[in-house]
């Protein structure tokens, strides 16, 4: 590395920056940590970075949304608390939602709106834990997002992982079966499309595991932040094959989340929902019964976990994503056609990172190129993920590296969706001069 | 009891919905479950309750927070992530707030947005037990609101407690001193005004658990929710005494704890102001450094504990609560005006009470009468708490026992805020229908 070039951003400012993070080992930044650095960097310097460390959606939302939202609040829904089960339309909208686009039927009242996916992991997490003292470890189909495995160290469960890559078909199933056998794992994780790898599972793949959590008496934990965002084939259509795969066709053992950030650019309001099977809804756990007076894995998950987090989620975002959710399954709104954008950009910035000495990382999907889509990996010969993080943060590039989403491979997860077409060129600039400082070997 | 009288919510009914909660002893029944059944007793028969179980607001919110709301998502604060340490005007109108009507001096970086004091206190729960693990034990001054104690058998913390009936003054600094000797209590947490007793704790009560808690190093959670809300004394003008008394004033060891939901009647969005001491927020812990990579109590709060609870409070709630939050100190907004209609009906509603031969619980404040506000409590002869709640749901009345506030007494904690003045006759009829079928001994 050559330590002296002069860099896009003042090399004082950035150790500033870290410094401030009070953090042991800049390594283990999370991504809200190189949030926090490029925006102190930038702050003082006045100079701006182009920004693909965070899953922010950078696409305005549908004004279906904002005006229900908006007519909510001027019908008075602020002063009144939200129902802990959620507003009535939402779980109607998200059952109606879910059997349009993946074919699983649920019931309404087990769609429960939460603060967010993450809230909805950390409530299904602590669920768990609580049903099944007995078993203390979640399996992770590695990469994924990291924040999942801090919410576990926080509530004090375990997990075990693998890194998926190379791992597939057959080979996944046999090496989930394997961990499972151990005999300590309650629930397994995985996202689909998964972040940041944007592989997907296929059919064949989600319905073995769904066979296994039913053997081994397992819960999956699909998180279905990236809803229909494998851009190869087109689920947008209500009720009409492909759907968005998923594991409640093939096992009663799901939650599913479903967020309203990314395929409805709805981050800010922090609003999702938790579907859970009616079946799972109302398993009867003794240990929930003897923690918490009640013994449904379903009534815990509202009337005690969600309750305790925050008293339910913000009122007039639930109106915001009931009204989404119905006129997508109505067929009136096509919730994906604005995050194609993403596929576009996804395939504009690779090649500009490919052009600049830079590889893809997670590159074959079962024989396939991977989508392109909200998020994707590339590596630098010769460098650790968390050493380019790093010195990329001096280039006006803030990215975060791929050890903090459990793979093992090398390399960092782009995420496109802050990235305008206007930035290309800078992009292509800063990558450039990163390349000339740190020639390959 | 005279079990077979007729009620006016018919008995089976009022049964069906107390068994579909699935609890072992009703007695045991949180607010939630005391309103799902009034619910569906409500939906099932068309009959209306007189509603006092739980703390819902009964105001309109101030437009000056709706507005800003709309307005801010019509500029589009939906699709971009809340920053996690809060939308930064709301972060200076709550420095702002908090000096104009506490007179304590706090930083905009220390005042973090939280999903509700609920949340709040969870996070600040959580940031405490991994602070200071050697300590497993949170002391209450009962009676409280019951769901902090949930948290606490949520997190796995345990909590000791004491009823505040008959110790007051120096008396409740020597019993909160003998507990603190024992060595196992991080935190102290109580409401001022008191949730249900309505007692307020006086200056030098105040004063005393401040020096307490400095000489045990012991963090004080002081529950807002009733901001100001005392109304025997007028602390509505910024900038002037009296205030509303705060440990603030007093100690750097302190959480302060603003609701968004009773004194801003904006329940629904689910907002308020977790209020660090500078001190107490950069305070290292080395447990914490351990845990989480990062020794700073505050920046755990921030970029560990609420990042992995829901990533953030909903964006647009945040511009409501700070331009609330802002007229208010400004001297622009009365936000206590719209909150005396609470005293007023607590007045009104006692006295019905009375008449029909109950009687107040929680009566004498330091040999003044407790104030009118927003619950009171009371009793009636020869009857426990648990088994008037659970009778009274027969009579159309839906209030919760003050056992599960950590009362040591036998009542029902009354919340005035939902009855209007047009239900107080049907209130009158119903409570004596039940004294004639209850003659007191």
Not at 77 to 103: I, S
Not at 255 to 280: C, D, E, P
Not at 298 to 313: D, K, P, Q
Not at 322 to 327: C, K, P, Q
């Amino acid at each position: 590395m050559n330590r002296n070039a002069v860099t896009p951003m003042p090399r004082e400012a950035v150790d500033k920056a870290k410094a401030s993070l009070g953090l042991a080992d800049f390594a283990c930044a999370n991504i809200r940590e190189v949030v926090t650095v490029a925006n102190k960097v930038e702050a003082a310097t006045g100079l701006k970075y182009v920004r693909m460390e965070m899953g922010v959606p950078g696409l305005k939302p549908d004004t279906i949304g904002t005006e229900a939202e908006i007519e909510a609040l001027r019908q008075g829904c602020a002063a009144r608390y939200p129902m802990l089960d959620g507003h009535p339309a939402l779980k109607e909208a998200a059952a109606r939602f879910v059997k349009a686009f993946t074919d699983v039927d649920v019931e309404p009242r087990c769609c429960i709106p939460v603060s967010g996916s993450m809230q909805g992991a950390y409530a299904t997490f602590m669920d768990i834990c609580h049903a099944v003292p007995e078993r203390d470890t979640v399996l992770f189909i590695d990469p994924g997002f990291p924040v999942q495995k801090t919410q576990l160290d926080i509530i004090g469960l375990k997990h075990v992982a693998f890194d998926i890559y190379g791992v597939r078909g057959q080979d996944l199933l046999d090496k989930v079966e394997q961990m499972l056998k151990a005999g300590n794992i309650s629930a397994m994780l995985f996202a689909n499309p998964n972040n940041p790898s944007w592989m997907c599972l296929q059919d064949d793949e989600i319905r073995g595991l769904a066979a296994l959590a039913d053997k081994y008496d397992v819960i999956i934990v699909e998180d279905l932040a990236y809803f229909g965002m494998d851009f190869r084939k087109d689920v947008s259509h209500p009720g009409v094959p492909p759907f968005q795969p998923s594991v409640g066709k093939y096992t009663d053992r799901f939650v599913m989340l479903i967020s309203g950030s990314k395929a409805f650019s709805y981050a800010g309001q922090r609003i999702g929902v938790a579907v859970i099977s009616s079946a799972q809804y109302d398993r009867a756990y003794p240990a929930l019964a003897s923690r918490y007076g009640v013994a449904s894995f379903g009534a815990v998950f509202v009337n005690r976990i969600l309750y305790c987090l925050s008293s339910g989620t913000a009122h007039s975002a639930q109106y915001a994503l009931a009204a989404m959710l119905a006129a997508a399954a109505d067929g009136k709104y096509n919730f994906l056609e604005a995050a194609h954008e993403y596929g576009r950009r996804a395939a504009a910035i690779k090649e500009i990172f490919i052009k600049n000495g830079f590889h893809l990382v997670y590159a074959d999907d079962m024989g396939d190129p991977v989508a392109d889509g909200f998020y994707f990996t590339v590596g630098y010969p010769g460098m650790t993920g968390a050493a380019l993080m790093e010195e990329l943060l001096y280039y006006g590039v803030s990215i975060i590296s791929l050890d903090s989403t459990g793979s093992h491979q090398q390399g960092l997860r782009v995420c496109v969706s802050f990235v305008s077409e206007s930035q290309f060129p800078l992009l292509d600039e800063r990558l450039k001069m990163f390349r000339d400082d740190h020639p390959a070997a």
